[in-house]
């Protein structure tokens, strides 16, 4: 495992994510970071290059952090930014286009075949982030988007439900209890 290209990455990323020019603000670190965390235990759990997943991972919301205008395509552009980052660090050429592969179809709203189990874990580790930062689900909700508590509950909720649909099937046996579990704390019940 190249523990160097990972820290280095983690600052790389935390140092993108204060920028004034990223429009995420810092709320964009902890859900990489997140993603990152529940990438690594998909990798374990599926059986997948540990290694590429978490790089994956680190890299895959790259474009957006660095200029939003091109979040559109930030899983296109992303996928080119990381080649060049990691071709700097001498990393292996068929890992770099594993990565590359990873970050293009990661976007739940983008609708793709994974071809590997390496692009399933960042897509589902990317989808169930949003259970990991549910106070910055509240926050958008009420803060950045203004909503009353009845909208912003609603709005919440289906957040949540649409990432999880989002999961692949073995992932939502996975994560069916920690759904549960966010789901009953907010007040909402269980799977619906």
Not at 150 to 177: M, P, T
Request: net charge negative; aromatic share 10%; charged share 30%.
């Amino acid at each position: 495992m190249r523990e160097d290209i990972l820290e280095n990455l983690k600052r790389e990323i935390y140092g993108r994510c204060r920028k004034e020019t990223n429009k995420f603000g810092m709320g964009i670190f902890y859900h990489i970071a997140a993603v990152v965390k529940n990438a690594e235990m998909l990798a374990e759990q599926y059986g997948a290059d540990k290694e590429v997943v978490m790089i994956a991972a680190w890299l895959h919301d790259i474009a957006s952090i660095t200029d939003y205008s091109l979040y559109e395509q930030h899983h296109v552009h992303g996928a080119e930014m990381a080649g060049a980052i990691l071709r700097g660090y001498g990393y292996d050429d068929n890992k770099i286009s594993l990565v590359q592969d990873c970050i293009k179809n990661h976007r739940g709203s983008v609708r793709v075949e994974k071809n590997s189990v390496e692009e399933l874990c960042v897509a589902d580790a990317d989808a169930i982030s949003h259970f990991d930062d549910v106070p910055g689900l509240l926050y958008l909700a009420f803060v950045e988007k203004g909503m009353a508590l009845e909208e912003g509950r609603e709005f919440v909720k289906n957040k949540l439900i649409r990432s999880y649909g989002k999961l692949s099937e073995d992932s939502k046996r996975y994560y069916g209890a920690k759904f549960d579990r966010v789901m009953e704390v907010l007040g909402y019940g269980e799977r619906l």
